[in-house]
């Protein structure tokens, strides 16, 4: 096979389909050489060089699978086991304890398999398995290290590392923010912060990526760690910001549970906070508008769908073009913005405002605009309306009616409201009519990502509650004046996706030259929009909470 320059041995193995272990090795990183399991045997070379580190020739006769490399492997394992606990490994009753307990157990400490939040993707447990080691015949050393917790977001458990290196390097390179870092000598040395800092301390973004890449749950994130084997995985994009990094959703019992970034997407496989870490404690929040309400004598009264949409239409009926006022949220997908802004034009009102506007740079518009603010504002152009006349959030509230797509302050006065979000606030509780939407998470969608790309949002989980998809809602109270030219999600997104797809941002072409470009962006973002559809996303997300008042 052809061997591209630069490549190693591992690598050319690897494109052969050739597996050779190791637990140090990180795609994007150069090769460390720290673990000693991928020993191999080169020709006219002494010793057993290490396959990530050795330049591969073409002329190369290596030897990566036999009884003396197997046992240097397995002397190695053994030695790593010796300190790291292996009832998962070496039980007897393994495979009935996987078949029948399949639950873990809920304890902070990890001394055995059921307690470990790595036990359905353990690196170590894979090349054990690989290498047919079956028990370990050095003495187990618990290390007994205390588990740190101060920190929000992740648990660390420093009796399971193995001292890989990965969650040092990958803070260091491509990250860029150095809060890892080998520490003390000898047999004494582990991974810490500098000077025994918490990570709240010493700057830390809490991105997971060293999450990610621990190979046998030393870290771990703490929301997510208890639900066991998954039911399914969806592969979508976060739409908490408009870079809409690549995202894998972890399903359990019908709900989110977890969000990891997707290795294959434009990002590189690397999230920030939000993404990583609140995505599913958001959307699994009580505080979610489970069914459509009417003001009926001051209180708001469940009702049908039906009914609530009824109440919108005739109340919208009862006010002129002028005194009509939308408010677009940039955390709307396009087809939801399409709908709204074609509402707009079938009222005759050009009283349009963007929630939560971003000014300056593509980069500061995607990071403070919202999930989908490129896309808002080119479909806003696409529909005719210029920017000149685009309202601001102040002068929308003197409006007699306003419909709004997320929470926004000094709205609540309005004679009639209509909002359609996805968390109560207290707007809605102000609202005329309230209709519950659907998030990013639960349904289908697009978004213009800050690059110019168009993205697909993909449903994750089945509607909540009587929740439903922002462009059905919006398509509903269309159909009540008379506009049915719309029955499927696909009818929407043919009215734009040929115009979208043209939008190109040469400026931003710099920008990708290599990996580390969005650590790079996220680094210098001194004030993170922690927002949703106008609503405070700290006061849905504890440990978002805790972080924000560190970095104040």
């Known amino acids: 096979m052809e061997i591209k320059e630069g490549q190693t041995v591992l690598d050319v193995a690897r494109d052969a389909g050739i ?14 050489g720290a673990c000693r399991l991928c020993l191999v045997k080169i020709e006219g070379m002494r010793g057993f060089p290490p396959a990530c580190s050795t330049p591969a020739t073409d002329d190369m006769d290596v030897i990566t699978d036999d ?19 292996n009832s998962c490994i070496v039980c007897d009753d393994k495979e009935l304890c996987e078949k029948y307990r399949t639950c873990p157990m809920k304890a902070g400490q990890i001394t055995g398999c059921q307690l470990c939040p790595n ?3 353990c690196d170590l447990r894979e090349i054990v398995e690989h290498l047919g080691i079956e028990k370990v015949d050095y003495e187990f050393n618990y290390k007994n290290l205390n588990l740190e917790r101060e920190d929000p977001f992740f648990d660390r458990d420093y009796n399971l590392c193995i001292l890989c290196g990965r969650c040092v390097r990958v803070c260091e390179e491509i990250r860029e923010m150095s809060v890892l870092a080998f520490t003390k000598r000898g047999h004494e040395t582990r991974i810490d912060t500098a000077f025994g800092k918490s990570h709240l301390e010493t700057g830390c973004r809490f991105c997971g990526a060293c999450v990610d890449v621990c190979p046998t749950g030393a ?37 989110v549970v977890s969000t990891v970034p997707d290795p294959t997407s434009y990002t590189n496989g690397q999230l920030c906070v939000l993404g990583r870490f609140c995505i599913a404690p958001i959307i699994n929040h009580f505080d979610r508008l489970k069914y459509p309400l009417v003001r009926k004598d001051d209180w708001l009264i469940p009702v049908e769908w039906e009914e609530a949409i009824d109440y919108a239409v005739e109340g919208l009926k009862k006010y002129s073009p002028n005194d009509i006022g939308f408010v677009i949220s940039s955390d709307l997908n396009n087809e939801a913005a399409f709908m709204m802004l074609e509402l707009a034009r079938v009222l005759g009102t050009t009283n349009i405002a963007v929630g939560t506007p971003a000014e300056g740079s593509v980069v500061q518009e995607a990071l403070q605009g919202g999930g989908n603010a490129l896309g808002v504002t080119h479909l806003y152009r696409m529909s005719d309306f210029t920017e000149e006349k685009l309202m601001k959030p102040d002068e929308i509230s ?20 209509i909002i359609q979000d996805v968390f109560a606030s207290k707007t809605s509780e102000c609202a005329s009519v309230v209709l519950p939407a659907l998030s990013f998470i639960e349904t289908e969608g697009s978004v213009l990502s800050f690059d110019g790309t168009l993205r697909s949002l993909n449903a994750a989980v089945e509607p909540y509650a009587k929740a439903r998809p922002d462009w059905v809602i919006t398509n509903d109270v269309l159909k009540g004046f008379g506009n049915e030219n719309i029955s499927t999600l696909e009818d929407v997104r043919s009215a734009f996706k040929d115009e979208l797809k043209k939008v190109t941002l040469p400026e931003m072409q710099e920008l990708f030259l290599d990996g580390k470009w969005l650590p ?15 609503t405070d996303l700290t006061k849905k997300v504890g440990d978002l909470r805790i972080l924000k008042e560190a970095n104040q």
């Open 19 to 32: 597996y050779i272990p190791t637990l140090c090795t990180l795609d994007q990183l150069p090769n460390f």
């Open 67 to 85: 009884e003396e490399l197997n046992n240097l492997r397995r002397n190695v394992v053994l030695l790593l086991l010796s300190e790291h606990p």
């Open 119 to 121: 036990k359905e993707d």
């Open 219 to 255: 870290l771990s994130a703490r929301g997510t760690k208890w639900h066991g084997k998954l039911d399914s995985e969806v592969k979508t994009v976060c739409g908490l910001c408009n870079i809409n990094c690549g995202i894998v959703v972890g399903v359990k019992w019908g709900k």
């Open 398 to 417: 003197k409006l007699k009616a306003i419909y709004t797509t997320q929470h926004l302050a000094g709205i609540e006065e309005a004679e009639f409201l």
């Open 520 to 534: 790079r962006i996220l680094k210098e973002n001194k004030d993170p929009q922690y927002s949703y559809r106008g």
